[in-house]
């Protein structure tokens, strides 16, 4: 067996990021969960231990001194290079699904779209360098359907919405500049986390998005770059 396969993930402390660790860690990646707030992140902890892999990264995306410090935790780990970066961190607000344009404030529309857009940027960029060091580099963005400009019928959660067309733009521009990374905007389904709600209750579990996601993530080649794709395996409009 050859050396295992770097993965850095953000928002790992629940959801789909707690997934993605789960999922990579059973398939012997080197995983490098990043959160907020580590000391609260006790089944992640557990997740890592029990696989034998590095501590918790803290990594807050809305701060370029705490992704600088995430990076420099990474070099000392001896890590050399990355294979798959996913940017998965990503929030809403309390409003969720309930947000009309007119309703938006300031202040909470620039909180999501700096948590799910310029995080997401800041995060991609600093790590370009481990990425362009690897044989065949990924980053994945965990976007959404509301992202969708042609699917918009019904007025909800509008922060949200024009964050994910953020990610979707910012992945194929992303592309454009970089031929020797690929960039993939992926859309995990209506999911059973806090984001996702209760009610009604969400049809796919965590384990199940997770599952189908990995799978286009493993099908992925360069022809794709740039593009939003489902789980389920077919392209999206951005
Ligand atoms: N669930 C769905 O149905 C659904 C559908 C479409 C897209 N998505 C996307 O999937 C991704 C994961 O969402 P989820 O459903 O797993 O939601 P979740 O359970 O609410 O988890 C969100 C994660 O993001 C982290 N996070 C929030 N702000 C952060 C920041 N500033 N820096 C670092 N991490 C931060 C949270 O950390 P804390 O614990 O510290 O808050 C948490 O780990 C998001 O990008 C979301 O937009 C979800």
Request: include cysteine; proline fraction near 5%.
């Amino acid at each position: 067996m050859g050396p295992s396969k770097v993965v850095l993930i953000t928002g790992c402390s629940r959801g789909i990021g707690l997934g993605f660790v789960r999922y990579f860690v059973k398939h012997n990646w080197k995983v490098l969960a990043t959160c907020r707030t580590p000391h609260e992140a006790v089944e992640l902890k557990k997740v890592l231990q029990d696989h034998n892999q590095t501590e918790i990264i803290q990594c807050d995306v809305s701060f370029d001194d705490s992704i600088e410090a995430c990076y420099q935790s990474v070099l000392t780990l001896g890590i050399t290079h990355l294979d798959l970066l996913i940017n998965n961190a990503g929030t809403s607000n309390d409003k969720h699904p309930f947000e009309n344009p007119s309703r938006m404030k300031r202040d909470e529309f620039h909180r999501i779209l700096d948590v799910n857009a310029t995080g997401l940027a800041m995060v991609t960029n600093r790590f370009i360098p481990l990425l362009q060091a690897a044989a065949d580099p990924l980053v994945v963005n965990i976007g959404s359907m509301f992202g969708t400009v042609s699917m918009v019928d019904v007025l909800t959660c509008a922060s949200y919405r024009c964050s994910k067309s953020c990610l979707n733009m910012l992945t194929s521009l992303y592309a454009l500049e970089f031929s020797d990374i690929g960039f993939l905007a992926l859309h995990p389904g209506w999911v059973q986390t806090d984001l996702g709600g209760k009610n009604p209750k969400p049809p796919l579990t965590v384990a199940e998005s997770v599952g189908k996601m990995s799978e286009v993530i493993a099908a992925f080649d360069k022809t794709k770059s740039g593009q939003f794709w489902s789980l389920d395996g077919y392209q999206l409009d951005p």
